[in-house]
């Protein structure tokens, strides 16, 4: 009797603990069973040759003290684009209710992975013979990122999730190759959050790093450095799945670059840099997760006009001449030519102790620095490459100075002219806004 009323005493005195996040993890192998055109770089001329190491989609969904639930998707890709996760946005929402602030889909941007999605960019124009195979991998990455997200909502256990950041220092600014007067700027920050089961063990450690993924350039298919790193971790961790978040890193390459060995070393080396993160102090998070995602319209600079595309035709290279095609083709098609882009923005609030932004397309590291200051450093994790991998994200500077990510990667991706200046404020004004909404 004394011993029951001192439980109810306790009961009634004690405030009443929060009750403790879910999180389900799970992974999908999609790793190509047939010879497929490779994606990320316009000079390869026929499909691959072989898999080095197996290619994944994972998925980590996690459930606050409200019963939120929230999903973020990572894939062995150079990109998802929308032609892939809009049907996956649409059956989220039909068949879990999940909606678009509360499922973020990431690609690592390996340049040694299959093609999926759409085709026709004049990038790869790729015979109907190749097309097919693209096509056939395309429709079965859906049925696995749709299957990937419901394993994960299935494998939901009460879980301690945390937050800390490393460093690794691999990236370098690629546009000083060529351009040592440039200014460089990197970002090497390595985002770490873990998921530990009830018990303490690791089930999930999510990471991040803001650098293309190009060590290689060949025929086989595999993860490129972020594949190895999430191996390593693996096998370091066993029972843990490992998932690696592209940032802002549209403008950074791993270098030196080019072979096997190398592409090994920077997994190895990000993975020690997770490791230390996982083996110190990191920052809890619970209460609420708040989500919001917007689309604001960033603009394309004037379109040439039909006689203009007509008339420079004949003077330009065969890639360029890929290109203007296919603006007439749109111009057959659509009757007029792209002048801007719906951008999507994701900002997760997770606690106090972290920010989440993600962004759309290939997103030069000006944005993910300049974000981390405003929204404070130690608590913002900036991912690039989600839910549509459209087009390079220059700023303004990048613009100005033109090259590669500020004009020409506009010709693979099919697009009139290069992005307006204003695309740098219209991004970077809308994701403050969206996380001041927050507080
Ligand atoms: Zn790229």
């Known amino acids: 009797m004394r011993l029951l009323s001192s439980v109810l005493l306790s009961l009634i005195l004690l405030p009443a603990a929060p009750a403790a996040w879910k999180a389900g993890v799970a992974k999908v192998n999609i790793t190509p069973t047939e010879p497929i055109w490779m994606s990320g770089y316009a000079a390869r001329v026929h499909p691959s040759e072989g898999v080095y190491a197996p290619i994944y989609v994972k ?23 929308k032609f892939i996760t809009d049907p996956v946005f649409e059956a989220a929402r039909k068949r ?46 859906i049925e696995d990122v749709i299957g990937v997200i419901g394993a994960a909502l299935d494998d939901m256990a009460p879980a301690e999730v945390a ?51 190009t060590v290689m350039n060949e025929y086989e298919i595999h993860g490129d450095y972020p594949g190895f790193a999430q191996a390593e971790l693996e096998r370091r961790f066993p029972g843990a799945t490992a ?34 993160v ?11 997760i708040q989500a919001i995602y917007a689309t604001p319209r960033v603009h394309f600079q004037k379109a040439p006009t039909r006689a203009e595309i007509e008339a420079r035709i004949p003077k330009l290279s065969a890639y ?49 620095l300049q974000l981390k200051e405003a929204l404070g450093p130690d608590t913002t994790w900036v991912s690039g490459y989600t839910d549509d991998v459209f087009a390079y994200i220059p700023t303004a500077r990048i613009i100005d100075e033109g090259g590669y990510e500020g004009a020409t990667s506009m010709l693979g991706y099919g697009w009139p002219a290069p992005f307006e ?14 996380a001041r909404g927050f507080e």
């Open 59 to 81: 998925a980590v969904a996690l459930e606050d003290d409200a019963g939120n639930k929230t999903v973020l998707v990572t894939g062995d890709l150079v990109g998802f684009t």
């Open 96 to 141: 879990w209710g999940l909606s678009r602030e509360r499922l973020a889909i990431n690609a690592s941007h390996t340049h040694s992975g299959p093609l999926a999605g759409q085709v026709d960019r004049p990038v790869y124009r790729l015979e109907d013979k190749y097309a097919v195979v693209v096509k056939r991998y395309t429709d079965k990455l």
């Open 163 to 213: 937050f800390e950041q490393g460093y690794a220092g691999f990236a370098v600014n690629r546009r000083r190759v060529g351009h040592r007067e440039y200014p460089g700027p990197t970002d090497h920050d390595v985002p770490v959050l873990t998921v530990r089961g009830a018990d303490g063990k690791l089930r999930a450690v999510v990471f991040g790093y803001a650098c293309h993924a």
């Open 243 to 276: 998932l690696f978040m592209a940032g802002c890193g549209a403008d950074q390459n791993p270098l030196p670059r080019r072979r096997m060995e190398l592409t090994r070393m920077y997994g190895e080396i990000l993975a020690e840099a997770v490791d230390q």
């Open 278 to 288: 996982v083996a110190g102090k990191m920052k809890p998070l619970g209460g609420t």
């Open 320 to 368: 360029e001449k890929r290109h203007s095609e296919y603006l007439l083709e749109r111009l057959d098609q659509d009757g007029k030519l792209a002048e801007g882009y719906d951008y999507p923005i994701r900002v997760w609030r997770m606690g106090d102790a972290l920010t989440w932004v993600t962004l759309g397309g290939e997103v030069v590291v000006d944005y993910g």
């Open 421 to 434: 200046p204003s695309i740098e404020r219209t991004i970077l004004e809308r994701v403050k806004a969206l």
